[in-house]
């Protein structure tokens, strides 16, 4: 319990911490793509994903692996706190999830095998937790950037939730959204796997696939 608030309840506007006018600090290059981290800025023809899918290091990581994902980062997404501080979104005061946000070029890797990437290496069923990690900030979410993301990623959930429904898997709780503004995390959150290869992972391959013809 977090102030009498579950660790799984969303905070309420005037629950929400302030937070802060602007961010406080620089970013600099992507560790591994050597693309810009803050690319507000895109390259001609490219689109914008952001997920949540739990601890953003891990779900970082799969993503600057893919062909045709130009940078990737990690934020904090669809909350009230503006400019949260890393501790300040675990505290479950902010009503952010922690995001990934991918720069990608749909002629290399599409938003549909974006999103089938998404569902699986993740469980899109907990609700406010993944695994272990238990609160708001882990909830599961796609946030999309336009009219045909949206499209896109409501077909695929459904394709995905009937998957799951004749395993017996459970109900997909993912919130599909139009993109709220996205905060950087700070730098040490960035790549955070490239510069820790021992670090904490929570992503793997589920086992539970699209089929063929998805």
Same mark, same amino acid.
């Given at each position: 319990?977090?102030?009498?608030?579950?660790?799984?309840?969303?905070?309420?506007?005037?629950?929400?911490?302030?937070?802060?006018?602007?961010?406080?600090?620089?970013?600099?290059?992507?560790?591994?793509?050597?693309?810009?981290?803050?690319?507000?800025?895109?390259?001609?023809?490219? !689109?914008?994903?952001?997920?949540? @899918?739990?601890?953003?290091? +891990?779900? =970082?990581?799969?993503?600057?692996? *893919?062909?045709?994902?130009?940078?990737?980062?990690?934020?904090?997404?669809?909350?009230?706190?503006?400019?949260?501080?890393?501790?300040?979104?675990?505290?479950?005061?902010?009503?952010?999830?922690?995001?990934?946000?991918?720069?990608?070029?749909?002629?290399?890797?599409?938003?549909?095998?974006?999103?089938?990437?998404?569902?699986?290496?993740?469980?899109?069923?907990?609700?406010?937790?993944?695994?272990?990690?238990?609160?708001?900030?882990?909830?599961?979410?796609?946030?999309?950037?336009?009219?045909?993301? !949206?499209?896109?990623?409501?077909? @695929?959930?459904?394709?995905? +939730?009937? =998957?799951?429904?004749?395993?017996? *898997?459970?109900?997909?709780?993912?919130?599909?959204?139009?993109?709220?503004?996205?905060?950087?995390?700070?730098?040490?959150?960035?790549?955070?796997?490239?510069?820790?290869?021992?670090?904490?992972?929570?992503?793997?391959?589920?086992?539970?696939?699209?089929?063929?013809?998805?």
């Amino acid at each position: 319990m977090l102030f009498g608030r579950p660790k799984t309840a969303l905070p309420t506007p005037d629950q929400a911490l302030p937070g802060r006018p602007e961010r406080s600090f620089t970013l600099g290059e992507h560790l591994v793509l050597g693309t810009p981290v803050l690319s507000q800025e895109i390259p001609a023809g490219h !689109e914008v994903a952001i997920f949540g @899918l739990g601890c953003f290091w +891990g779900a =970082e990581e799969f993503y600057w692996q *893919l062909d045709g994902v130009w940078s990737t980062s990690v934020g904090y997404a669809g909350g009230v706190t503006p400019h949260p501080t890393y501790e300040e979104v675990c505290s479950g005061r902010t009503g952010h999830t922690e995001a990934v946000r991918i720069v990608f070029d749909p002629d290399v890797v599409s938003f549909a095998d974006l999103v089938k990437k998404f569902f699986e290496i993740h469980d899109p069923t907990q609700g406010m937790r993944q695994g272990n990690d238990v609160g708001t900030q882990y909830r599961s979410a796609i946030y999309f950037t336009t009219p045909e993301q !949206e499209a896109t990623a409501r077909e @695929l959930t459904a394709i995905y +939730g009937q =998957e799951l429904e004749r395993r017996s *898997l459970g109900t997909i709780t993912t919130e599909i959204e139009p993109a709220p503004t996205y905060y950087y995390a700070e730098d040490q959150h960035q790549q955070y796997l490239a510069k820790n290869p021992n670090g904490y992972r929570c992503h793997a391959n589920t086992g539970v696939v699209f089929p063929a013809d998805a």
